[in-house]
């Protein structure tokens, strides 16, 4: 699992997004939009940013800046959240390789063990999860793949490492350290404004 505390880290996080960027919206029903909302909202005008129409032509109505910090955070909280949901699909996986062992391949619900398991390992979000999970089962040495996203997401949005490690709850020293692996970020396939 994880080298830090994830939910101190989204909470962190979250209290950071509502500082800098946007409060929960209240309708006027007196529900609230979850900040997580929020984030993905603007996760996703990044990648399919909204037209509108102005003078004639349709024109991106989105108009961060570059680096956009809204977005680090987005993407920070984000990578945690499918972190999360991951690690959750990869056990399922393995729970269907062991129960696709035990089956005859004549046996009807084989192919269907099969199908799932192969469904599910195509589909896993989180580059962080798939490596942690490789790397606590062949024993290899200890990795923080999602402390490196994290961290990764956070400085592409052009936070310094002081406030890197305060979002982290860790050194100054280790969130610099986090920044030089390779990167590990998963949603960045997923959003244009990102190499």
Known sequence: MPRFDTAAVSRRLEERWVRDVACPIVRPDGTTENVLTLMQLHWCQHGVPTLVERRGEWVSDHRCSEPCPALAIAAAH???????????EIEEYRRLELAVSKLSPDDPLYAELVNQANYLAAHFVSQAAVFESFYSATGGRPQD????????????????????????????????????????????????AQP
């Not at 984000?78 to 959750?88: G, Q, S, Y």
């Open 78 to 88: 984000l990578e945690i959240h499918w972190f999360v949901i991951t690690m959750l």
């Open 145 to 192: 793949p999602l402390g490196h996203a994290v961290a990764q997401h956070l400085r592409r949005g052009g936070f310094p490492y002081a406030d890197i490690a305060e979002m982290l709850g860790c050194t100054k020293e280790a969130a610099r350290q986090r920044n030089k692996v390779a990167s590990r970020r998963s949603l960045n396939a997923f959003v244009a």
